[in-house]
């Protein structure tokens, strides 16, 4: 192998995992360009986030949107999946990141990914009205074609627990506010609203807006992607699933499954029946 070879060599090797986020060398360390040492102590963990992802900082209304869109998201208690998951994982011995693995990955289409959904959903509404049409309108026909695609929950409308979500009338009073400062356009609001509407047309009943509605919101208000919204709702609910795990290891109880040992679970198999006889030629 030639100097020109070896060169070529090292410098596919330099680009193997080329990234635009960290440049790191002995004693240096730069995020997005920026020094760590003049980060820290400077930018709010919102910001950091934001630059991390967005390559700038966000504004201070941007930032504090985005904080708070993170906050109600912790946790939902140990019937959450997710948060269950994590105190069960402790009881059988995991160490806590263990846990939180454990917790995390059920954070799929069905547990976790209605904020992702919900922001699909306001983005094809958004498309389907264009600048000038009728965001109700453009609801009403999105909503119809996921119909008749087989789509028979709404994500980020109606709780399962909640008749109305505590959640979202503060978070829409703080894009409200956001919206006043020119932080964001209020958009993806009035989408949300005219979702709620279309829906209480179609059903005839009101179909509250939950919290991965209006999570969806400002996820989408702030132009953050939809696969993002649902690793943001991630980040928030791992501190959640963090506090619970932490608790149940201080609880110290070993192998607790989903409920106590002491409530029987339903079984639906055969009843008691005896084995038949079997000859020495019958397969085992």
Known sequence: ???????????????????????????????????????????????MIWLMLRGELPSRAQSDLLEAA????????PHAPSIAISRMAVSCG???????????????????????????????????AGPAGDLQLAASAVLARWREAGVK??????????PIDPRTAPLFALVAKAVQASAVSGRYAAIGHAVEAALGAAKGRHI?????????????ELGFEPELGRGLFI????????????????????IKGPMPKEIDYTYTGPGRRDLPPRSDSSPH
């Open 1 to 47: 192998m030639n100097d020109k070879q070896s060169a070529e060599l090292v410098q596919a090797a330099s680009d193997w995992w080329s990234t635009s986020i960290i440049d790191i060398h002995p004693g240096k360390i730069a995020i997005r360009g920026y020094p760590i040492e003049q980060l820290i102590g400077q930018v709010r963990f919102p910001e």
């Open 70 to 77: 993170l906050v109600p998201g912790v946790d939902h208690g």
């Open 94 to 128: 995991l160490p806590v990141n263990g846990a939180m693995a454990s917790a995390i990955n059920v954070l799929d289409d069905v547990h976790g990914g209605a904020g992702q959904q919900c922001m699909e959903l306001y983005r094809a509404i958004d498309a389907e």
């Open 153 to 162: 929950i709404v994500p980020g409308f109606g709780h399962r627990f909640h």
């Open 208 to 220: 509250p807006m939950n919290i991965d509605g209006i999570t969806a919101v400002i996820f989408c």
């Open 235 to 254: 980040l928030s609910r791992s501190v959640g699933i963090l506090a619970h795990a932490w608790e149940q290891k201080q609880q110290g109880a070993r």
